[in-house]
């Protein structure tokens, strides 16, 4: 059965590279590979989604391996992609297929609901984590979403990883851990801005600058830090307590 709300929405890098103009008409399909050790599904998968003008489904792959090498060749927009496969597991795959195909972004789409799962996946780089009980609409609407820069987590998903952020600011308190020093006082001024979620556009309202002095803050923020997506960003600026759960 479907989440009630559907996935939950993390602002993504910025609207302005959205392949989605403002009045909802793509130039070209959201390129999609098809990733899961389940034939039958793959299939299903494939059928439901050849009904979407906007995704075109480019391949298909049957464990992390294989994805990997498709990626490579095919250089899909997004990546859909099972937690538990043979031979290569997903997570596993998802820092190899980012080496081969920079731009690709990945949803991992699982029965697992286990948090470390979740937590491996983000920091391998996935930009999605849906449970394979969502609808079928919800699948399509999840890739035009992480396609468009943002990201997305099943909502029983987003509300075990509130419950850790709240326990690991518990465990840090008696630690008085303080954010890195190595970052700006701007660049901490962004990040906890990017973690309350704002996009770039909103950031630049708020501080007064120019969008590209954003991108650029948000790109040196995740550099010096070594974090892959502004969803570690907020799982930073929690655990260093820059922003604080209420």
């Known amino acids: 059965m479907a989440d009630r709300f559907g996935p939950v929405l993390v602002p993504g890098e910025d609207d302005e590279g959205a392949c989605e103009d403002r009045g909802g008409a793509r130039e070209e399909p959201i390129r999609v590979l098809v990733v899961d050790d389940h034939a039958l599904f793959r299939r299903g998968l494939e059928i439901v989604l050849a009904q979407e003008e906007d995704i075109q489904v480019v391949g298909e792959a049957g464990d992390g391996a294989e994805a990997v090498d498709k990626a490579a060749d095919l250089l899909p927009d997004i990546v859909l992609m099972d937690v538990r496969m043979p031979r290569r597991g997903g997570i596993e795959a998802c820092t190899s297929i980012k080496e081969v195909a920079p731009s690709a972004k990945i949803i991992m789409l699982t029965i697992s609901d286990e948090e470390a799962d979740l937590y491996d996946a983000i920091k391998a780089g996935a930009t999605g984590y849906l449970l394979k009980e969502i609808s079928t609409d919800e699948v399509a609407t999840a890739i035009r979403a992480v396609a468009d820069g943002q990201s ?10 509130l419950t850790e952020f709240k326990s690991m600011i518990q465990r840090t308190d008696e630690r008085r851990l303080v954010p890195a020093p190595r970052l700006t006082d701007r660049e901490l001024e962004v990040l906890k801005l990017v973690a309350t979620g704002m996009n770039n556009r909103d950031i630049a309202k708020e501080l007064f600058i120019s969008e590209n002095t954003v ?24 655990r260093e307590k820059i922003l604080e759960i209420r």
């Open 152 to 161: 997305q987590i099943s909502p029983s998903m987003a509300s075990k990883l």
């Open 215 to 238: 991108k650029n803050h948000v790109r040196n923020i995740l550099e010096k830090l070594q974090l892959h997506s502004r969803m570690e960003a907020v799982v930073y600026a929690m």
